[in-house]
């Protein structure tokens, strides 16, 4: 695997010398911090063999084990070596991704790599790295957020390991941050993160449903319940925002009322928000990392690209005879022009799905793939 990293990690090099010196500063800490992390990740065996592991982390383990067989078996997931090792570091997230927008409007800012085409973020493997960047693009201009991400996808180029900084989640939380990153090993169209994310997440919706209800385990449903149901609350919250912002950003107005009003909505989002957390999720603090910094456009540009699409692509599902019939038509889609693959997706009746398989191979070159 390590001497596979190598290949791969001189293969972005190259493409990062190509592109000049800024390129080749980013690409060679995405590929050392991709290097490091699967140098430190090490077979689950070992970890559940090893006396000093706590008996804590091994039954997170053995959770881990399970949920990755019923990947396989009944979600037709990629049977490979991703999420069967694990990897213990010493910081909360494994990433930190800078999202950035102008400061009135939501459309977000796009950056270009190898394999992942271009993709609404940038990530570092440093927080500090991170937030210097951010302060860079916050100088021209754009609204930023740094934000910490606790797992990404590398698209099946690497083994992707179980790491610290999800270990612990709930068991729910668990399974579905496993079949979505294992979903994006399964189809991914490069430039088309709306696409990619709205796979993923009725992958994993579909995904934790089957597994829950084969645990049989009335308290896990009932924990993972009330997390979907905060987690509803929490984006209907933000959509309806967004759609304030977008309203205000598309009005005739100045740029000094536009700005003005921008801030009055983002000081109703905290109130309502605080209110909710209150009246709704009795004092539930969980979403409050979220709202610790500055609001600002940034927070809210990606709202809608993991979740505006789940419909369609659950719709997709019930008009497939199973997972395997699912993936075949969404790799059809993903095959097909960016356009093309929307409106298709929009109308998703077997007869409107592409019945053939042409599209173009991707580049060979290491990325990864976040969210």
Same mark, same amino acid.
């Given at each position: 695997?390590?001497?596979?990293?190598?290949? !791969?990690?001189?293969? &972005?090099?190259?493409?990062?010398?190509?592109?000049?010196?800024?390129?080749?500063?980013?690409?060679?800490?995405?590929?050392?911090?991709?290097?490091?992390?699967?140098?430190? !990740?090490?077979?689950?065996?070992?970890?559940?063999?090893?006396?000093?592991?706590?008996? $804590?982390?091994?039954?997170?383990?053995? $959770?881990?084990?399970?949920?990755?067989?019923?990947?396989?078996?009944?979600?037709?997931?990629?049977?490979?070596?991703?999420?069967?090792?694990?990897?213990?570091?010493?910081?909360?997230?494994?990433?930190? #991704?800078?999202?950035?927008?102008? !400061?009135?409007?939501?459309?977000?800012?796009?950056?270009?790599?190898?394999?992942?085409?271009?993709?609404?973020?940038?990530?570092?493997?440093?927080?500090?790295?991170?937030?210097?960047?951010?302060?860079?693009?916050?100088?021209?201009?754009?609204?930023?957020?740094?934000?910490?991400?606790?797992?990404?996808?590398?698209?099946?180029?690497? #083994?992707?390991?179980?790491?610290?900084?999800?270990?612990?989640?709930?068991?729910?939380?668990?399974?579905?941050?496993?079949?979505?990153?294992?979903?994006?090993?399964?189809?991914?169209?490069?430039?088309?993160?709306?696409?990619?994310?709205?796979?993923?997440?009725? &992958?994993?919706?579909?995904?934790?449903?089957?597994?829950?209800?084969?645990?049989?385990?009335?308290?896990?449903?009932?924990?993972?319940?009330?997390?979907?149901?905060?987690?509803?609350?929490?984006?209907?919250?933000?959509?309806?925002?967004?759609?304030?912002?977008?309203? #205000?950003?598309?009005?005739?107005?100045?740029?000094?009322?536009?700005?003005?009003?921008?801030?009055?909505?983002?000081?109703?989002?905290?109130?309502?928000?605080?209110?909710?957390?209150?009246?709704?999720?009795?004092?539930?603090?969980?979403?409050?990392?979220?709202?610790?910094?500055?609001?600002? #456009?940034?927070?809210? !540009?990606? &709202?809608?690209?993991?979740?505006?699409?789940?419909?369609?692509?659950?719709?997709?599902?019930?008009?497939?005879?199973?997972?395997?019939?699912?993936?075949?038509?969404?790799?059809?889609?993903?095959?097909?022009?960016?356009?093309?693959?929307?409106?298709?997706?929009?109308?998703?009746?077997?007869?409107?799905?592409?019945?053939? $398989?042409?599209?173009?191979?991707?580049?060979?070159?290491?990325?990864?793939?976040?969210?």
């Amino acid at each position: 695997m390590l001497r596979q990293a190598l290949r !791969a990690v001189l293969c &972005v090099l190259a493409v990062a010398w190509l592109a000049g010196c800024s390129s080749l500063s980013y690409y060679a800490q995405a590929a050392h911090g991709q290097f490091s992390l699967l140098a430190q !990740a090490r077979p689950l065996d070992d970890w559940l063999a090893d006396p000093d592991t706590r008996p $804590t982390l091994k039954a997170k383990l053995e $959770t881990v084990r399970q949920i990755r067989r019923f990947a396989v078996t009944e979600l037709g997931l990629p049977d490979n070596g991703s999420y069967r090792s694990y990897a213990q570091l010493d910081r909360p997230f494994v990433l930190w #991704n800078v999202v950035a927008a102008p !400061a009135l409007s939501l459309k977000a800012r796009q950056w270009c790599f190898p394999i992942a085409g271009c993709v609404d973020y940038r990530g570092y493997y440093s927080q500090q790295a991170a937030q210097d960047y951010a302060a860079s693009l916050q100088q021209q201009g754009y609204d930023v957020q740094v934000a910490g991400v606790p797992a990404y996808s590398t698209l099946g180029w690497f #083994n992707d390991p179980v790491i610290s900084t999800f270990i612990q989640y709930p068991d729910g939380e668990l399974a579905r941050l496993i079949f979505h990153e294992l979903a994006h090993q399964k189809v991914y169209a490069p430039d088309d993160t709306p696409f990619n994310e709205g796979f993923a997440v009725a &992958v994993e919706e579909l995904g934790v449903e089957r597994w829950l209800a084969a645990q049989h385990d009335p308290r896990l449903i009932e924990t993972y319940q009330r997390f979907a149901q905060r987690k509803r609350d929490f984006l209907a919250l933000l959509d309806k925002y967004r759609d304030q912002l977008k309203a #205000n950003y598309d009005s005739p107005a100045s740029d000094a009322d536009k700005l003005a009003r921008k801030a009055s909505i983002f000081d109703a989002l905290r109130a309502e928000y605080a209110q909710m957390k209150t009246q709704r999720w009795n004092g539930y603090a969980g979403y409050d990392r979220w709202f610790a910094m500055p609001l600002s #456009n940034a927070h809210l !540009a990606l &709202v809608g690209t993991y979740h505006d699409l789940v419909p369609a692509f659950r719709q997709l599902f019930a008009h497939s005879s199973g997972f395997p019939d699912f993936y075949e038509k969404v790799r059809r889609l993903a095959q097909m022009d960016k356009s093309a693959r929307h409106a298709a997706l929009g109308d998703t009746a077997p007869e409107k799905l592409p019945d053939d $398989t042409k599209g173009q191979p991707k580049s060979a070159a290491t990325a990864y793939h976040a969210g």
